[in-house]
């Protein structure tokens, strides 16, 4: 049974992470959610995709075993064709996050268009604690927070809370856990009365002025962490360390 289930219904989709209780996505798991969301990059008939989970948190992010060299660079590869093909869909996409948005989690929902948190949400890029870095994110984020804010999310692994996160501009809304999903259900609501027409082509005529994390800088940031970044001992020992349960050992010289 895959970790990626669609469904659709009056002109909203929903693609949802459903491998509980932390949704972490490994290598199949990001094949799966790039064919998912290739499936809706183009329909005319959807208002909305909503991209949601089950389990207590939205997503941990990538497993780390992927990112050893043995399937680090595929996991990036279809990872970021996942992240490509969000930024490509031509409806709105709301992230709805209900818990824990971390690392590749996070990434996911700095590419969506609307970002829906409820009070026990979280997000933060945790990486650089395992010696190593998320590009989406270091091309996205400062786009979207201050440079002072992302600087301090990659390079110190803050997480920040709901609240935190709404106050920063990573989330439009935060609202309380029991209310998600009625909260939810009247944002669909209010796109489902546009036209469908309309809302992509506002889509597309505010990528003219906004700037959004193009193709080519998240390939170049794949790039850098598979040729540079997993060359360094530090990045194995880092990732080995978390599977391994111990504190990793970094080189000092």
């Not at 989970?53 to 590869?77: I, K, N, T």
């Not at 490509?84 to 824990?100: F, K, T």
Request: hydrophobic share 50%; charged share 25%.
């Amino acid at each position: 049974m895959g970790i990626v289930q669609v469904s659709s219904s009056a002109g909203v989709a929903r693609v949802v992470l459903d491998r509980p209780p932390l949704n972490v996505i490994d290598l199949e798991g990001a094949r799966e959610l790039a064919g998912a969301l290739e499936s809706l990059r183009s329909r005319p008939d959807l208002s909305a995709v909503v991209l949601a989970a089950r389990g207590r948190a939205f997503s941990a992010g990538v497993d780390v075993r992927d990112h050893l060299p043995d399937r680090g660079a595929a996991m990036l590869r279809e990872f970021h064709r996942a992240c490509r093909l969000l930024l490509d869909i031509e409806a709105p996409v709301v992230a709805a996050v209900q818990g824990a948005a971390l690392g590749g989690g996070c990434e996911l929902t700095l590419i969506c268009d609307l970002v829906w948190a409820s009070d026990r949400a979280s997000f933060g890029q945790p990486e650089i604690k395992l010696g190593v870095f998320p590009p989406v994110a270091v091309v996205a984020l400062p786009l979207i927070v201050s440079p002072r804010l992302a600087s301090e999310m990659l390079l110190t692994g803050r997480v920040l809370t709901a609240a935190e996160a709404e106050s920063a501009g990573l989330v439009n809304r935060v609202v309380d856990s029991e209310s998600f999903d009625s909260a939810l259900d009247e944002l669909l609501d209010s796109l489902r009365a546009l036209s469908p027409a309309s809302l992509r082509l506002t889509k597309r005529a505010m990528r003219l002025g906004r700037p959004l994390p193009a193709a080519g800088e998240i390939e170049a940031a794949e790039r850098f962490y598979v040729q540079e970044l997993m060359e360094t001992p530090d990045a194995i020992e880092g990732l080995k360390a978390f599977l391994e349960k111990r504190t990793p050992a970094w080189q000092r010289t």
